[in-house]
């Protein structure tokens, strides 16, 4: 009775707060750097965290350990944060994106279509809060590059009422 009453206080006193944002880890990749001694290894990760309610951010670091390129990149992403004006769980208008190499076209959809998007987008779109979207990769199948398209995108985006603003 001791015990079990001992191990609850301790797992109480041992719960970490919940986080505000829900996190994704996108890419995990070992890169070496080439110096006298031979080759040294490092882990790049790539994060992507979300509200779920229009608010999403990437971050990109690089660390000795997984782990340690995991909570690098989460800090990053926190600092890199956009917010989405979001229309009916959907993006308010259309965009054709180009980063690089990659380009990408979204498209904002019905009700009930559901998020229609690959690989690395599909894991921005769910933390955006983006329920019905369209998005398609064209050009390259780098995910880091087809997530900054994304958030390039997401930050060209205008709201409703900042569209009508504008053609007024």
């Known amino acids: ?15 970490r707060e919940r986080s505000e944002f829900d996190q994704k880890v996108v890419e995990v990749k070992r890169v070496t750097r080439v110096v ?9 990760a790539l ?7 229009g608010k999403v951010g990437m971050g990109l670091k690089k660390g000795a350990d997984v782990s340690e390129s995991v909570n690098k990149a989460v800090n990053a992403a926190k600092k890199n944060m956009v917010t ?7 993006i308010p208008h259309g965009l054709n994106v180009k980063y690089k190499s990659s380009s990408l076209m979204l498209k904002p959809a019905k009700p009930g279509t559901g998020v229609i998007a690959g690989g690395a987008v599909r894991s921005v ?7 019905n979207i369209v998005c398609k990769m064209l050009g390259s ?28």
């Open 84 to 90: 989405l004006p979001l229309v009916n769980e959907t």
């Open 125 to 131: 779109m769910e933390l955006s809060g983006v329920k």
């Open 36 to 44: 006298a001694g031979g080759k040294r290894m490092r882990f790049r």
């Open 141 to 168: 199948n780098n995910k880091v590059n087809n997530v900054k398209a994304v958030f390039t995108a997401f930050r060209r985006m205008k709201s409703k009422e900042e569209l009508s603003r504008l053609r007024k």
């Open 1 to 15: 009775m001791a015990f079990e009453k001992r191990r609850r206080q301790s797992n109480r006193d041992g719960e």
């Open 47 to 53: 994060v992507v965290i979300g509200d779920r309610k």
